[in-house]
């Protein structure tokens, strides 16, 4: 099964979501839209929209598509199929409670330097600082948001590229710090890793059998 459908499956199950939109490659959409109809995903409402060029702009093309009331939206990445339905809960229940922005996110097991990039591959980067381990998380998504306030800080963003300003982010959550606004972290999943290197898809691959093993998932 593709990841992506994994991806929009993971969200399906979860009692808190209705609508599931999926930004797709512009000259994709009619495709992506079969696939998913293929899959009978739980029954919920699938949309698919044309994407954008990055994933910023994914969102807010597909923030277009969630009906005027709506109070919670999700965002997720499809290279994040795996994500267990724990989490996608936990993030709807915080921001349900009162949150406007909730993240996933996880512990860090390697310890971190701050460098100066090198110029080149390979090149020997300088070392700045190790910032306290303690203080530091890897975050995941699903991310959570009140609806308005999500729709609020890409507009902005919006406006400021307009005018050449600041590029875009590479989370959500960022847009919402960046106004000001206040984001807050639940516990992730190591199994909603990111599927981007190679050695991932073994990963997934394991994770998959595993859990076929288990519950016949
Ligand atoms: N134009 C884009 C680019 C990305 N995405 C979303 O953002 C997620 C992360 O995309 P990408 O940055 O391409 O991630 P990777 O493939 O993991 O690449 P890398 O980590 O190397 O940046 C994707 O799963 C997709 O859901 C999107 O909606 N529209
Ligand atoms: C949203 C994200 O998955 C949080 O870790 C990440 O920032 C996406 O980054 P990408 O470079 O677009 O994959």
Redesign the pocket.
Known sequence: MPLLVH?VRALARSRAVGLVVV?A?PDGVAGVAALLDSHGLDGKDIRVVA?????Q???RL?LAAIPAGTGIVLV?????PLVPVEVVDAVAAAVRAGAEAVVPAVPLADTVKRVTPAAAPGVPEPVLDTPDRATLRAVQTPQGFRLDTLHEVHQKALAEEAGGGLPPV?DDAGLVERYGGQVVVVPGHEEAF???RPLDLVLAEAVLARRRASDGF
């Open positions: 991806a930004a490659p994407g954008g060029a990055t994933r702009e994914s969102v597909g997720h990445d499809a290279a994040r590479t990111k599927v981007t």
